[in-house]
């Protein structure tokens, strides 16, 4: 099979899992590295034994540069549409972090450009390669609870307590959002990636700490995006849905779950256990029988390897495309609305 040459973009602490993943796979070579950190290009650029002509502060540089056959992109998400932007322009396929954008407007600017010239995307939803949230998406297929009338999805983390002090992740300015942008977009992808579209939907957004202390300067600083977001949702077909997320859930370490209820069952499934997942189903009226199933070795399926089957041109419909983030764009933008003007808004 063809080995592809990456270049990566954002050499922070989630470039080290994404070079992992990378690895693990023996599908790829990373031919170029950039990051406006000079000392990270060093560590990374030695690390790899990339060449210093390789090594870019500017990432149009290597976005263009003809070695690099596709780009990944793990930066912070105030320079998400720039960087798809240049690649849709450079004719660059690439896997891109999520937030897809800041802002519906730069998702509306790069979708524009995409539809002028159509590239291979993948937005980085990871947890469509959650083995039991695959599993669950084919049992729900399957008909195994029935007709699916209503879920709950939720994302804790505990990171972002009182006690966590000012870093980039809260400043408007390069997020857009907060724990929404976070953590929700991964719901919302999820809800879409199980159930469909959303169709209407309610929101509460809150900022839990207002203040938080800069180590740099000492200060305190005002803080104006969300630690804690819910809404609920009708779904195609008039599925019903609610959504919590929060960076400020003691104890919950990276906990993102989903528990659907169907005329005949019920499913759970989380990535706290994401090998498993629970079925609950009627075996007579009355009679419940609770099973713990097994992911099957046929759901286990790395992000990675969709992103080769993508270059390859054999990626299949569970793909996070482009698409999949700028309506995913759209349900966040929703979501703020609602919470801002108490409205329900039809999507």
Same mark, same amino acid.
């Given at each position: 099979?063809k080995?592809?040459?990456i270049?990566l973009?954002?050499?922070g602490?989630m470039?080290h899992s994404?070079?992992?993943w990378?690895?693990?796979?023996g &599908?790829?070579?990373?031919?170029? $590295?950039?990051?406006?950190?000079?000392? %990270?290009?060093e560590? #990374?650029?030695? =690390?790899?034994n990339?060449?210093?002509?390789?090594?870019?502060?500017?990432?149009?540089?290597?976005?263009?540069?003809?070695?690099?056959?596709?780009?990944?992109?793990?930066?912070p998400?105030?320079?998400?549409?720039?960087?798809?932007?240049a690649?849709?322009?450079?004719?660059?396929p690439?896997l891109?972090?999520?937030?897809?954008?800041?802002?519906l407007?730069?998702?509306?600017q790069?979708?524009?450009l995409?539809?002028k010239?159509?590239?291979?995307?993948?937005?980085?939803f990871?947890?469509?390669y959650?083995?039991?949230? &695959?599993?669950?998406r084919?049992? $729900?297929k399957?008909?195994?609870?029935? %007709?699916?009338?209503? #879920?709950?999805? =939720?994302?804790l983390?505990?990171?972002?307590?009182a006690?966590?002090p000012?870093?980039?992740?809260?400043?408007?300015?390069?997020?857009?959002?907060?724990t929404?942008?976070?953590?929700?977009?991964?719901m919302?992808?999820m809800?879409?990636?199980?159930?469909?579209e959303?169709?209407?939907?309610?929101?509460?957004?809150?900022?839990?700490?207002?203040?938080?202390l800069?180590?740099a300067?000492?200060?305190?600083?005002?803080?104006?995006?969300?630690d804690f977001?819910?809404?609920?949702?009708?779904?195609?077909?008039?599925v019903?849905?609610?959504f919590q997320?929060?960076?400020?859930a003691?104890?919950?370490g990276?906990?993102?779950?989903?528990s659907l209820?169907?005329?005949?069952?019920?499913?759970?499934?989380?990535?706290?256990n994401?090998?498993?997942?629970?079925w609950?189903k009627?075996e007579s009226?009355?009679?419940?029988?609770?099973?713990?199933l097994?992911?099957p070795?046929?759901y286990k399926?790395?992000?990675?390897?969709?992103?080769?089957?993508l270059?390859d041109?054999?990626?299949?419909?569970t793909?996070?495309?482009?698409?999949?983030?700028?309506?995913?764009?759209q349900?966040?933008?929703?979501?703020?609305?609602?919470?801002n003007?108490?409205?329900i808004?039809?999507l």
């Amino acid at each position: 099979m063809k080995t592809y040459r990456i270049g990566l973009i954002g050499l922070g602490g989630m470039a080290h899992s994404h070079l992992n993943w990378i690895n693990e796979l023996g &599908r790829f070579e990373i031919v170029a $590295i950039s990051d406006v950190n000079s000392s %990270a290009l060093e560590q #990374f650029g030695n =690390q790899l034994n990339i060449d210093s002509s390789k090594r870019f502060i500017n990432y149009e540089q290597l976005i263009v540069d003809p070695d690099v056959e596709a780009v990944v992109s793990v930066t912070p998400n105030h320079i998400h549409a720039d960087i798809m932007s240049a690649c849709i322009v450079a004719g660059k396929p690439f896997l891109g972090e999520k937030p897809f954008t800041r802002t519906l407007e730069e998702a509306q600017q790069v979708l524009a450009l995409y539809e002028k010239n159509p590239i291979s995307t993948m937005i980085g939803f990871s947890y469509r390669y959650t083995p039991a949230f &695959r599993y669950m998406r084919e049992l $729900i297929k399957q008909g195994k609870v029935g %007709a699916v009338h209503s #879920f709950s999805i =939720q994302y804790l983390q505990s990171w972002g307590t009182a006690s966590q002090p000012y870093i980039w992740r809260f400043d408007k300015a390069i997020t857009g959002t907060g724990t929404l942008g976070d953590l929700g977009s991964h719901m919302i992808d999820m809800a879409r990636f199980l159930f469909g579209e959303f169709e209407e939907l309610s929101a509460q957004m809150k900022t839990i700490i207002p203040e938080r202390l800069n180590v740099a300067t000492n200060q305190m600083v005002p803080i104006e995006v969300d630690d804690f977001a819910s809404f609920q949702a009708r779904m195609t077909d008039g599925v019903m849905g609610i959504f919590q997320t929060s960076r400020n859930a003691v104890g919950s370490g990276n906990q993102h779950e989903v528990s659907l209820y169907g005329d005949i069952g019920t499913l759970h499934a989380s990535t706290v256990n994401p090998d498993q997942l629970i079925w609950i189903k009627e075996e007579s009226p009355g009679q419940l029988v609770k099973q713990t199933l097994d992911v099957p070795q046929q759901y286990k399926l790395r992000q990675y390897e969709q992103f080769a089957s993508l270059l390859d041109g054999t990626a299949d419909e569970t793909i996070p495309t482009l698409l999949d983030g700028f309506r995913n764009q759209q349900v966040l933008e929703a979501i703020i609305k609602s919470s801002n003007e108490k409205l329900i808004i039809q999507l």
